[in-house]
């Protein structure tokens, strides 16, 4: 019970600190999320998914998920596109994927946040991003910090 407890309020913290980040930039209408996990975790980012939407007055809120979560996806709201990854195409087409995946993300979105700990999820939250409209180095500052700590939990 006391290890659920401690999960739980990790979590929240973890919740804390990327809504804390995210106000501290500037309103973003256009957001990618990245979460490549199970569908466990796809269902757990509808309430960050929720804020987000409430605070930003309705942005463009795209996600990328693996194909294998997709399905659990489709039924989260306030969603306006859904990209995936699949590894069943990555054997077959090794880069080929990758590069019509990084194509169609980069650089398209104001604010990317990355729900995942992995490398490859790290370098589309940072390609994703239009730096230009960050406003400075110590915004995208901030959003390095709000990726590297979405990504360590």
Same mark, same amino acid.
């Given at each position: 019970?006391?290890?659920?407890?401690?999960?739980?309020?990790?979590?929240?913290?973890?919740?804390? =600190?990327? *809504?804390?980040? @995210? %106000?501290?930039?500037?309103? /973003?209408?256009?957001?990618?999320? !990245?979460?490549?996990?199970? #569908?466990?975790?796809?269902? =757990?980012? *509808?309430?960050? @998914? %929720?804020?987000?939407?409430? /605070?930003?007055?309705?942005?463009? !809120?795209?996600?990328?998920? #693996?194909?294998?979560?997709?399905?659990?996806?489709?039924?989260?709201?306030?969603?306006?596109?859904?990209?995936?990854?699949?590894?069943?195409?990555?054997?077959? #087409?090794?880069?080929?994927?990758?590069?019509?995946?990084?194509?169609?993300?980069?650089?398209?979105?104001?604010?990317?946040?990355?729900?995942?700990?992995?490398?490859?999820?790290?370098?589309?939250?940072?390609?994703?991003?239009?730096?230009?409209?960050?406003?400075?180095?110590?915004?995208?500052?901030?959003?390095?910090?709000?990726?590297?700590?979405?990504?360590?939990?």
């Amino acid at each position: 019970m006391t290890h659920i407890c401690l999960v739980i309020s990790q979590l929240f913290d973890l919740f804390s =600190l990327v *809504l804390f980040c @995210i %106000k501290t930039l500037k309103k /973003y209408k256009k957001i990618l999320i !990245i979460i490549q996990r199970s #569908n466990g975790d796809v269902f =757990l980012s *509808l309430s960050l @998914i %929720k804020k987000i939407f409430e /605070y930003y007055d309705s942005p463009q !809120i795209d996600i990328l998920v #693996n194909d294998d979560t997709y399905q659990l996806a489709k039924l989260l709201p306030n969603i306006n596109f859904i990209h995936t990854f699949s590894y069943k195409k990555k054997v077959n #087409n090794r880069w080929l994927q990758e590069k019509k995946l990084l194509f169609k993300l980069f650089r398209k979105y104001d604010l990317s946040i990355n729900l995942t700990s992995s490398d490859r999820s790290v370098l589309y939250a940072l390609l994703a991003s239009n730096i230009k409209n960050l406003g400075g180095s110590k915004n995208y500052l901030v959003h390095i910090i709000i990726t590297i700590a979405v990504s360590t939990y």
